[in-house]
């Protein structure tokens, strides 16, 4: 295993190259090398080595959790909820994110270069899994020194890694907070993701995937792709609020500009996403969410993925307005959980917001993350 | 007014061609002209011109509401419900369909030759309405003789033109029947609608609205529009029974070809789409479903668009897994109604086939229909 230094700066990570010798096995059966993951810390690992909380981020999300995004030079994604005396705290736990294999942000994906070719991959990298990416996260952090997390936490995405880290590597983790998420995609979430897919295939600029040799990105289809995943991350009645029929100007257009404010919302999201995300990377990461299911590998029981987490501390949380993956979604999660004799709170947290509410001030679920960190601290004898 | 020939046979119709001194006032302040307007009919009309019935289709339907489709050979889009003994009976009414102007099946649309060119109109054809649409409607029906409707009837968008029908023409009407509907466009549903014409106009064989002139169609940018559509017009719980994760072949791919049944259905939606609809039209209607509000030309009180319609019946339906036009707005409909005096029966049908419910096998929507017809019928004296 290659060594790393532990991050002695209050914010810290890196590049982890993992060379060819240690390539990363992936469910397809191919092996991935050389591995590249790229990570941030915030905090210190303890002596102990036992504050460590992983958090796992989500379709677009990145490393950059609680420190400024180097493409937006915006804050981090996650960054009302790490900091001195925030529920993620690194003057007390050693907060580790990683880019997702298959990312765009530094982590090896189908922008990287192929060592057997020296040309970006494309679409000769291997489609990956929800497992995958846990598999590479478990190499950095056994590479990092770290035999168990005191937590692993994530929401939507980063919730499904959560619950595929209960099922791979229990005996690694303390406690688990899953957010947001399902133990598999639906029939809708996939439809909604293929919907994406085809419209990034049907930019020409995506040339078959191999855009970077052409100096060009499939900037369009990217955008639609982004607008109408954008829906279904706000609730009906959120949009509603936000924008209901209001006009950008003074009356109608009469033609095909931006009319209603939400039409210059949604373009402006599909605009701003294509600065900072990559096109292949979206299609190998909506593919890993539309094969995740749990259960399959566990012949379609859902609690036989747990039976081996009966001492993690679990939490799972939703949002009553959540359509994209609904509280009955987390209720299968925590009806499993039970039936594996885990130990797991629930919470649906009610707001407006839709499946977005994770990223947002949501107060209940700042005291739902703080409350059950705070207990299984005490119990890890870290608080 | 161009005198036309009641059709004598059982199926009739034909193109109703209004010459230039006689234009479609449009809500812009823009006049169409010459206009056209394709129409269908079913039965014949009675002595007395008491019996004829008006069904307004919905965004991507036609005319060809119980006869076959002369582009996809299959039944017309409600011949379940019209025929001997059924609801819509042409042995009791004379049934009529017209083509939406703005379509793109004979009536006056983006495609037509504009005339001060010569050249098809593209995005030089005027935004229309759901009002402009019930004008030109309005006008055939008077160019057939036939000063009352028995009835006005249509689900989704032909709903939305069944409560502008009372709006704007009360006195033509002794019945209305709006199904699925809802009385103005949310943010939601703009939305939508603005996912799909962006992954229009991103195909660049759209050509700024000119293809026609190019020879070529922006399919691939025309079946994602539809692809992401009709995701609102199925329920969650529908396409997790039909569907499910249920696959294409034994097995994942590993790759990017339709490995869930899912992707597959959808893919199919898309591309059997573009054979038999105009990518213009789409963007017009979108935008006309868009601009309704009917509430707004009333200063916001939506009863007050139905104080003329005391003496009309209607019937307001909607489905309870709908999601693109909910049971809310059927209820917020029958409320307007209660209040401006109007008499109104409102059923929800309880199914969870979504919105497309409407053009499916649901019994109760059947007699629903059946039994408030017969009633109005009877009072009309042509039962």
Known sequence: MTAVEIPTSETGGGTQRFPADQPLRLDSGALLSPLEIAYKTYGRLNAEKSNAVLVCHALTGDQHLASTHPTTGKPGWWSRFVGPGLPLDPERHFIICTNVIGGCMGSTGPGSIDPTTGRPYGLSFP????ADMVRAQAMLIEALGIETLFAVVGGSMGGMQVLQWAADYPEKLFSAVCIAAAARHSAQNIAFHEVGRQAIMADPD?????????????EKGLAVARMAAHITYLSEPALQRKFGRELQRDGLSW??????????YLRHQGASFVDRFDANSYLYITRALDYFDLAAGYGGVLAEAFRRARHVRFCVLSFSSDWLYSTAES??????LNAAGCRASFAEITTDKGHDAFFLDEPALDSALRGFLSAAAER???A
Chains 1, 2 share one sequence.
């Open 380 to 382: 890890r004898g870290i």
């Open 331 to 336: 209720r299968d999660i925590v009806r499993a």
């Open 255 to 264: 033609g095909f500009d931006a009319d209603f404010q939400v039409e210059s």
């Open 127 to 130: 489609v990956i899994t929800i």
């Open 206 to 218: 995506w040339r078959g995937g191999a855009y970077d040799l052409y100096g060009v990105k499939p």
